[in-house]
């Protein structure tokens, strides 16, 4: 969770930097994504665009601040984009790691228009003159946001309790007995950021290491264990 709110956040705010009232196109409405689109209503972008293929995502994505949502399955989003701002955005952050969704994004973008990628991307076949030269684009690629963590995520933090960057509404928890559910919900979109927290009895520290461990006991079965990585303690 906290490197994707670093890579989204952090290639507006330390990349792309986009100026005020500039557009944006954020291709995937998950964690990256949807961290993108807060820090791109920090900058006050004045056109947001969030482009997913889950509705419930796009519908999340215009509560968080983006102005304007596509579906990719429904509509030809390249079309859509350019009418919108114009003749294409200014720039483009590309999570999805689907190459067709990666060709898009450069497409979308008006001349010496900027993409950022930061899905794993496979091979991409791309018309070098077309697609970049010919209308001066970028495509750089962006590893975490560019971010230093020990610097980056205090500011994060501050422009939470600022009201700003409320990550937490991309979080949903689910009892273990409903890990299934929380499976299904992940695959439909439902769910950006799910956590499953898991009963545990446990002492507090027993490990003299950074991070100190907790051992813990199944409520269910009393055997002592240390608590999985990631398990949220009641």
Not at 35 to 44: D, K, L, N, Q
Not at 181 to 201: C, H, N, P, R, Y
Request: some cysteine; aromatic content about 8%.
């Amino acid at each position: 969770m906290g490197c994707g709110l670093q890579t989204g956040a952090g290639t507006i705010l330390n990349r792309l930097k986009p100026e005020f009232g500039s557009s944006v196109v954020v291709y995937g409405a998950g964690a990256v994504g949807l961290s993108a689109v807060m820090a791109a209503r920090i900058v006050g972008c004045q056109y947001i665009i969030a482009v997913d293929v889950h509705d419930s995502r796009l519908n999340l994505a215009l509560e968080l601040g983006a102005t304007h949502v596509f579906n990719g399955k429904k509509v030809d989003v390249v079309a859509e984009v350019k009418k919108l701002t114009g003749g294409g955005s200014h720039y483009a952050l590309e999570t999805t790691g689907v190459p067709q969704v990666v060709k898009q994004s450069l497409n979308a973008l008006r001349p010496l228009g900027t993409c950022a990628i930061v899905g794993i991307t496979p091979e991409v076949k791309l018309d070098i003159h077309n697609d970049l030269m010919a209308e001066g684009k970028s495509m750089i690629g962006v590893i975490e946001g560019d971010s230093i963590p020990r610097v980056f995520i205090p500011q994060l933090i501050a422009y939470y309790k600022a009201g700003q960057f409320p990550f937490d509404k991309l979080i949903k928890f689910y009892d273990f007995q409903q890990i299934n559910q929380a499976f299904e919900d992940s695959a439909s979109g439902v769910t950006i950021k799910l956590i499953v927290k898991m009963a545990w009895k446990c002492t507090w520290p027993l490990s003299p290491v950074w991070p100190p461990s907790r051992m813990c006991s199944d409520t269910q079965s009393g055997v002592p264990a240390m608590a999985p990585s990631g398990t949220a303690f009641e």
